[in-house]
């Protein structure tokens, strides 16, 4: 106890130290390229590992004069003085210059790492009815407390994760959000939000906060993101938008991407009007068959797979949007994060899950601390077998190992969160292990030609080196994940 008590003071000093560094220069960052330099030498400064070398490399080249970078910087003297203080300084501060003796001090303890972030879904309800969402009819009695959430948050505080995502249902839903955001001056709070809650209330109490960001779910164009959201919604979200840039809120956009809209949210003109709307980054992620309905046929295939990867790259090159696609950038995060290895998700009824899709748990938040639920053998055994593969653009144990997230959860007697959780390992399985050998054939050969940065980025990920001294994938041993029946071996040929 007493060397983690340390290393927590140090990370917190450490913490308090960056943002401070950070915040003086982006108050002055958007002036001139001499204050981007200034930025630049203060993250080189607080830089301690070699990931954190490299991402200060790479902001170094990233902010040049005349790149998309150096004007995306230069849009932050737009942003109201709170959210520069309070979110892009702390955004920066925590999710790039953890202190990593902290995390240390965590693994040797109690064998758990400090979650880079960490989600929450206070709630499950929604005033939309998406195609293919999860979230349904839920009533407010089903709703985390305002005190269970803070205390979750003070928990992860303690341990050094200060990065929350807060999800649903829809999460401006839940009355207590701005007031837990306030109550922690010290984190930063990604609020991912279909947007149409967000009215001239809303939009000046997140510049009073100034740790809080937006991420509003958008499908592309008006026409496909009426089609799945509801007729008027485009509309909405657009004026959400308008409300946030005029008030200058930090804004971001999320997009699944399906089987049918890789073009579309990947054009030129969508990345554009993202730009004019006020968004500073964009997440993608792959449409998962989860929740009501799931469609095997709306999962990109492997072929758009990596032309939304080519898409992402080609709209941070061009445009000042920092956007991260979730699979196609698996090199970055070294594999999944989930299982508390980088992130965890804990939903709307205390259940602590590994990931916002993968719908199981051991434990309950009510009843066991954070560092617990973090200690679970489910959660080592996932942790013990990730990364999945030595092609981190093939991250995922559910559509792209889909024997692990199974082997996991019999293995460890975890219980469904959701209904209808369990048909990843019955109906669904043989689509998703053809699936997952599919895009083995498509992306291997991208992972071994298009990557040449991946070995050194990796070099210092203890989890990677790992999984390459194994020789093999975990879906290909038999002490991880690979005991497969006949049966499964045969739906893949």
Known sequence: MPERALAQARERRDFERTASIISAALTVVGSSDLAMKGLNAA?????????????????????????????????????????????????????????????????????????????????????????????????????LTEE??????????????????????????????????????????MVFTNGTLINDRVADRIIEVGNVCPVISIEGGKESTDARRGEGTFDRIMAAFDR????????????????????????????????????????????????????????PTPEQRIQLRTGVQRVRANYPLLVADFWGDGTLTGGCLSGGRKYLHINNKGDVEPCIFAHFAVDNIKEKSLIDCLAS??????RGMAPYGKNVLRPCPIIDHPSVLKTAVERNGAYPTHEGAETLFTELHPG???????????????????????QTWLASDPDYQRRLS????????????GAETTEEVASRN
């Not at 073009?263 to 068959?289: H, R």
């Not at 194994?470 to 994940?481: F, K, P, T």
């Open 244 to 299: 946030l840039r005029e008030r200058g809120a930090m804004a971001a956009f999320s997009c699944t991407a399906t089987s049918r809209n890789i073009e579309d949210i990947t054009s030129d003109e969508f990345a554009q009007l993202m730009v004019d709307k006020g968004a500073f980054y964009g997440w993608y992620f792959l449409y998962m068959p989860v929740g009501r309905d799931p469609d095997l046929s709306l999962m």
């Open 377 to 382: 053998d489910f959660f080592k055994d996932l």
């Open 43 to 143: 993250v080189k400064r607080t830089a301690k590992s070699a990931q954190q070398n490299l991402i200060a490399e790479w902001l170094k080249d990233y902010t040049a004069p005349g790149t998309p970078g150096n004007t995306f910087f230069k849009n932050i003297r737009h942003l109201h003085p709170n959210v520069r203080k309070r979110f892009v300084a702390g955004m920066i501060a925590n999710f790039f210059m953890r202190d990593p003796e902290l995390t240390k001090a965590l693994k040797e303890e109690y064998g758990v790492y400090s979650p880079t972030a960490i989600l929450i879904s206070p709630t499950m309800r929604c005033n939309l009815r998406c195609v293919g969402c999860f979230a349904a009819m839920y009533d407010n009695e089903e709703d």
């Open 148 to 189: 269970e959430v803070d205390g979750i948050i003070t928990q992860g505080e303690e341990i050094g994760s200060r990065v929350w995502v807060m999800l649903g249902g829809e999460p401006f839903i839940w009355r207590p959000l701005l007031d837990i955001a306030e109550r922690h001056p010290e984190s930063v709070f």
């Open 432 to 454: 998703l292990l053809k699936y997952a050998a599919h895009v083995q054939e498509v992306v291997d050969p991208v992972w071994e030609k298009d990557v040449p940065w991946a």
């Open 470 to 481: 194994r020789g093999a994938d975990a879906d290909e041993l038999a002490d991880e994940a």
